[in-house]
């Protein structure tokens, strides 16, 4: 039986990740479709990158 305090807790959507993959980035836990770029909400699947606690994709990153 899984304890609820023991399941990681998705920093997109704060509900509970139950899925098969669990991402972890800058720390915290995502849902592979709640992981998006902080300014155009492009899902990031390949890659990412951060500045000040947000991600990004490659194009807004660079900006």
Avoid: T
């Avoid at 139950?18 to 992981?35: A, M």
């Avoid at 998006?36 to 990158?49: E, G, H, S």
């Amino acid at each position: 039986m899984l304890n609820s305090n023991s399941i990681p807790q998705c920093a997109g959507c704060n509900q509970h990740i139950l899925d098969k993959f669990i991402l972890k980035v800058l720390d915290r836990h995502w849902h592979s479709s709640c992981l998006k770029c902080a300014d155009c909400q492009m899902q990031l699947v390949d890659r990412c990158f951060s500045r000040a606690g947000s991600v990004y994709c490659k194009e807004d990153f660079f900006k």
